[in-house]
T-cell receptor
Framework: DGGITQSPKYLFRKEGQNVTLSCEQN?????MYWYRQDPGQGLRLIYY???????QKGDIAEGYSVSREKKESFPLTVTSAQKNPTAFYLC????????????FGSGTRLTVV | GENVEQHPSTLSVQEGDSAVIKCTYS??????FPWYKQELGKRPQLIID?????GEKKDQRIAVTLNKTAKHFSLHITETQPEDSAVYFC??????????????FGKGTKLTVNP
């Protein structure tokens, strides 16, 4: 999938549950990002990480958490504090600096049931 | 912070016509402007980009123009085909502490090319 893999493709969450979305890249990119996509809203940044063991909040970080223990991996946890988690989640990575654009994963569609 | 406005939100054209999508940005320090195409249910894919030291770039039927003074850039698609139907996103770079950059995206334009 172009060097960046997201799993699962579809995920269903019950009310009050935490769920974790996986993102793995083999592009040797330093920076990784998580975006949320809702219809008509475009791409909104949740968290980003420029290097291992470091990450920063984006524009809509409330109710989400991340870790960056390895360069290749940047998992996103959607916690029970996120009241409206149903959305399409996209992970991306880029070289440092990001002047060559992002490579996106194929996305995870999360639905609350 | 950086803000990217994209217009129109929807665009319908006849096959063979041209399509133009426009974006404006607010951060004068932005120096990289990519365009992504996203087909239904798929990931965004980079189709063309432009850097601030260039005013225009062309790749077959698609072109991008940049006016740094006015802080706007545009995507032009000529001789549109049904397979051009998708959502198109513009983006502008924004410097982060630590030296790397992030992209700020417009809200997207849904382009429909009618046969």
């Amino acid at each position: 999938d172009g060097g960046i893999t997201q799993s699962p493709k579809y995920l269903f969450r019950k009310e009050g549950q935490n769920v974790t979305l996986s993102c793995e890249q083999n592009l040797n990119h330093d920076a990784m990002y998580w975006y949320r996509q809702d219809p008509g809203q475009g791409l909104r940044l949740i968290y980003y990480s420029q290097i291992v063991n470091d990450f920063q909040k984006g524009d809509i970080a409330e109710g989400y958490s991340v870790s960056r223990e390895k360069k290749e991996s940047f998992p996103l946890t959607v916690t029970s504090a996120q009241k409206n988690p149903t959305a399409f989640y996209l992970c991306a990575s880029s070289s440092y600096p990001a002047n060559y654009g992002y490579t996106f994963g194929s996305g995870t569609r999360l639905t609350v049931v | 912070g950086e803000n990217v406005e994209q217009h129109p939100s929807t665009l319908s054209v006849q096959e063979g016509d041209s399509a133009v999508i426009k974006c404006t940005y607010s951060d004068s320090a932005s120096n990289y402007f990519p365009w992504y195409k996203q087909e239904l249910g798929k990931r965004p894919q980079l189709i063309i980009d432009i850097r601030s030291n260039v005013g225009e770039k062309k790749d077959q039927r698609i072109a991008v123009t940049l006016n740094k003074t006015a802080k706007h850039f545009s995507l032009h698609i000529t001789e549109t085909q049904p397979e051009d139907s998708a959502v198109y996103f513009c983006a502008a770079s924004r410097q982060l502490q630590g030296g790397s950059e992030k992209l700020v995206f417009g809200k997207g334009t849904k382009l429909t090319v009618n046969p």
